[in-house]
Structures are given as structure tokens and as C-alpha cells.
């Protein structure tokens, strides 16, 4: 796999930047988690107040790496398979990165900008790298966050732990099998005053267990959110129903739809020295709601307000609330759900797609060219037949998503005689999945948009029909022997157009 490389380095941005002069196009110099904090900011969104030391930095720290060339061609020469030996290049490179300093530049700037945040007031200090929060890579907790850092010494050991944190072995391993060039992944640092919260948790904007975009999903506990990100809790879990899928309307009060309380052993509570320690809970908080309805609800909203800053992708959000006001410490894209075919249809609603390549037992991804092959010629959702003489025109209820192409089914499954009919013969062909499309056609807000029987009837004539008419006169009249023939003369004919193409065409297969 090719290693994959950024577009662009720092060069010569500065070496400290506030949140409120970053934007969601920085990740080059901020990485992922500090442009997203730096996006929200400047959007009115509670955060935090901090900086972050940029991608430049931590080139400046590997500079003083001698043999950094040898170092890197170590780690970029692993294909991912052998754990042992990434384990050993890891070590090597944390080894000997310990041994150098911050430079004195960056120093400078690190703490005329911490002057600037507030010596006295607790940091939390975060690995933020260029390759993080991607849609189709997962870099989140690769590499180190501390909490209550106080004091100049600190702050700057915390941050170039941060930079060393790059090559843990699970962020060398990552890459390695995911083909990500260790060069190519630079880091940045979020320093960020730290809230020491009454609750904190983490928001779905989207069901990462169902998959349903129109549910949040909350979990919460006492204290800071690091028991509940490293699972040492069973927090509380909240589902909050959003909106009708399509409608724009809100659904009916009350609007949560699960609230259970989980058993919160202990909370992590800020040292006044610096660090953290547990705290156990007295059993009257242990199993109590961490949140109130009105705190789930503000939550929710909070969620689709960031969610629509990202274009309406489904959003990660680390969350806090100190004196009953809420604070996002981070964002990110949620990466494990599986991808929606956009469909153009303007009555956006609750849509039906079925898998394409599963009917024709085809379950791999697909590439993009025969995504789109099939999609101009099925003829699915087009004025008439295609020619050879058509412009392309791909069909509109063939859908790619994931590299597989989905049917949109919808037209059909709104109009009632057709419905029966279509899934009458998916459950003959396959019970499971027939049975599966009927309860999700028998959701009150499927059913608020009825079908049009004139125009599916039309759309299925003007497909059918031409294939309709000229069958039966085929099957009388036609010599099966001079079809045969008439068969295996293209096929010559196209063999030997093939060996007069170019060397690139006649790499094809013919089959």
C-alpha cells in the first residue's frame, strides 16, 4: 500500500496560535482535534479557552533527531503484520526522541502564550496530529493527554511527551497497516484551560449502535470525562429522538427516549498540586442520573448545532458541564458508521435501499468504474432506454455508497398494490431481508408520503415496454441458429478491433 503523505507542511507558520485565529481548514498546522476546537470557537460554541503549538514545533523537535532519515525508513519499511518488530522500532524512536529537548524558540512561545491563557488556572494538554479524525481513519486516543498540569516545567514536559507520544506503538502500528507514512504525520499540541467538571461525557449526534442518524446518544458520569473515554465506568446512557426523518418538524414530547442510569463506581478529580486521582462515590451517587431531562435535552441540541457546523456529518463531541453550563472539549466526525447513499430525490423522507451487489452475491467493494458502468446502463430511473448515441446519464435510484452501489426502492414501496407485490417476492427470495424492508414500510412516517400509481406504472412501461413488445415476436419467429451466428461473428469482429487498439485498451479482459 502507498504510504500517503500530507499536501502540505507548516513552513512558516507561527509557533503558538490561539483558538480564535483557527479555522477548520488548519489542519496542517493544528491537526485535527485543534482545528475543530478552533472551528467551534470562532462559531460562538462553548470552548475552553486555549492555544495550540503548531505542526512547526515538532518539526523543529525531530530536527535535532541525528539519523532521522535511518529512523524513519525503520518505521515506514513495516507492512503492519509483525507487532514485535513495530513494537521494537517504537521503542527505539520514543528512546531516542526522550533524550532531546524542547527548542528554545519553541519554549518562548509556548510560554508568552500561556502568559497570555493565565498562569494560575490548570491545563489540559492534548495531542492533536494531522492525520486525525479523517473520514476513513480513526486516529482518536493514539496518543497522550494530561490533565492538571501546572506550573512552566510542566507544561512544557507535557507537551513534548505529547510529541514523543506520535510513536506509541499503537499509533506506529496504525499507520503501518493503514499506510500512512510516519513522516508524513506531523503534531500539534492543544493547550486548553482545564474544566473541572460536575458532569462530563461524550455525545453521538448519531446511534454509533443502530446506526440511526436521527437519535443522539449521551453517556455521562461525575468528574472528568477519562473514565468514562477509557471505559473504567459504567456510565449513564441517554437516547434522545432528534427530528422526522426528512420532515424538518421536531417529534412529539417528551423527546428522550431512554434514560438509564449505570453504576458509577468513582470519579477523576483534579489534585490541587496537579494530576488526578479517583474518587469513589457514596452509593447515593453511584447508581443517581448524572443528568437531569433538561441537561439531555440541551445536550441534544447542542449536538445538532455542532452537527450542522460539519455539513450535517455525525459528530463526536466530548462534552463538560461546570455550574450548569456546558462546555464542547472536543469534536470529531464519528467514523464507524456505515455510509447512506445520497439520494436526489427532493422528498428527502424516510428512504429504502437495498444492497445491490448482495442480490447478485457480490459482497466485495466494487471500483468506481463499474459502480458507474452499471449505473449508465441499468436503465433504473431514466427517460427511456439508453443508446450508444445518449449522453451518459447514470441512474438516479442506483446509489453508491462504501464502493458498493444501493437500490433506492422507495418509489415503489409507497405505492400499496405495488408494495404488497415487491415484498411478496423479497420474502419468497430471501424471508429474512422481506421481512426486515415490511417493518421498516410499516413506520408511521413512511407512510405519511403515498405514491404516485400513474407515474411508477409509466416509469415501468417505459423500461419494460420495448423489451415487452418485441419478446413474443422474438420467440416465434426468430432462428435461434442465425442469432448463434449472428453472436459469434461480433464477437470476431470486436477480437480483432481489440489487436489493433492500443497496448493499454488490449490489457482489458474481454470477459
Known amino acids: 500500500m502507498a ?12 509557533l503558538t496560535v490561539s483558538f480564535d485565529d483557527v479555522g477548520s481548514g488548519d489542519t496542517s498546522i493544528v491537526g485535527g482535534k485543534g482545528a475543530n476546537l478552533g472551528a467551534l470557537t470562532r462559531a460562538g460554541v462553548a470552548v475552553p479557552p486555549g492555544f495550540c503549538v503548531t505542526t512547526r514545533g515538532y518539526e523543529m523537535f525531530i530536527a535535532q533527531l541525528a539519523d ?4 524513519f525508513a525503520d518505521l515506514d519499511s513495516l507492512d503492519g503484520t509483525d507487532v514485535k518488530a513495530a513494537r521494537h522500532a517504537a521503542e527505539t524512536m520514543r528512546a531516542a526522541l526522550d533524550t532531546l529537548p524542547v527548542p528554545a524558540e519553541v519554549a518562548d512561545a509556548v510560554r508568552g502564550s500561556w502568559h497570555s491563557l493565565g498562569v494560575d488556572d490548570p491545563l489540559a494538554v492534548r495531542s492533536s496530529a494531522t492525520a486525525e479524525d479523517l473520514p476513513g481513519a480513526s486516529f482518536a486516543g493514539q496518543q497522550d493527554t494530561y490533565l492538571n498540569v501546572r506550573g512552566e516545567a510542566a507544561l512544557l514536559d507535557a507537551v513534548r511527551r505529547c510529541w514523543i507520544s506520535l510513536f506509541t506503538d499503537r499509533a506506529v502500528l496504525y499507520r503501518a497497516r493503514n499506510g500512512f507514512g510516519h513522516r508524513g ?9 482545564l474544566i473541572d467538571p460536575d458532569v462530563s461525557g461524550i455525545l453521538f449526534t448519531a446511534d454509533p449502535v443502530s446506526g440511526n442518524r436521527n437519535i443522539a446518544s449521551i453517556d455521562a458520569g461525575f468528574g472528568l470525562g477519562e473514565a468514562l473515554v477509557s471505559g473504567l465506568i459504567e456510565a449513564d446512557l441517554y437516547k434522545v429522538g432528534k427530528r422526522e426523518a426528512g420532515s424538518g418538524r421536531r417529534v412529539p414530547e417528551p423527546r428522550i427516549l431512554l434514560a438509564r442510569a449505570g453504576d458509577k463506581a468513582f470519579a477523576i478529580r483534579s489534585i490541587p498540586g496537579g494530576g488526578t486521582r479517583k474518587e469513589p462515590l457514596p452509593e447515593s451517587m453511584r447508581k443517581a442520573r448524572a443528568l437531569s431531562d433538561q441537561q439531555v435535552l440541551a445536550l441534544a441540541e447542542l449536538g445538532e448545532r455542532v452537527e ?6 455525525p459528530q463526536d463531541i466530548e462534552w463538560c458541564i461546570v455550574g450548569g453550563k456546558i462546555f464542547v472539549v472536543q469534536a470529531r466526525p464519528i467514523t464507524s458508521l456505515f455510509p447512506i447513499p445520497q439520494s436526489p430525490a427532493k422528498d428527502s423522507g424516510l428512504r429504502v435501499f437495498l444492497s445491490f451487489g448482495h442480490i447478485q452475491m457480490m459482497l466485495d467493494a466494487m471500483p468506481t468504474l463499474a459502480i458507474d458502468v452499471l449505473r449508465l446502463f441499468i436503465p433504473a430511473g431514466k427517460d427511456r432506454l439508453p443508446t450508444l448515441s445518449d449522453p451518459p446519464k447514470l441512474s438516479p435510484y442506483m446509489l453508491p455508497a462504501a464502493s458498493r452501489i444501493f437500490l433506492d426502492v422507495t418509489p415503489i414501496l409507497r ?3 405495488a408494495r404488497k407485490a415487491f415484498l411478496d417476492g423479497l420474502t419468497v427470495v430471501y424471508a429474512d ?6 417493518v421498516l414500510t410499516d413506520r408511521p412516517e413512511f407512510n405519511k408520503r403515498r405514491g404516485n400509481e400513474i407515474w411508477l406504472a409509466t416509469a415501468v412501461f417505459r423500461v419494460l415496454g420495448p423489451v415487452i413488445r418485441r419478446l413474443p415476436v422474438t420467440l416465434l419467429t426468430g432462428d435461434p441458429a442465425a442469432r448463434a451466428r449472428r453472436s459469434t461473428w461480433r464477437s470476431r469482429r470486436f477480437r480483432r478491433r481489440r489487436q489493433s487498439a492500443s497496448p493499454r485498451a488490449r490489457a482489458l479482459p474481454i470477459e
Do not use: F
Not at 5 to 11: D, N, S
Not at 68 to 71: I, P, V
Not at 433 to 438: D, S, T
Open 433 to 438: 431481508l422481506g421481512r426486515a424492508v415490511k
Open 3 to 14: 504510504k500517503q503523505q500530507p499536501t502540505e507542511r507548516a513552513g512558516d507558520a507561527p
Open 308 to 313: 450542522k457546523l460539519y455539513d450535517g456529518v
Open 68 to 71: 532521522s532519515d535511518a529512523r
Open 415 to 417: 405505492v400499496r398494490r
Open 185 to 193: 504525520v506531523a503534531l500539534a499540541v492543544v493547550v486548553q484551560k
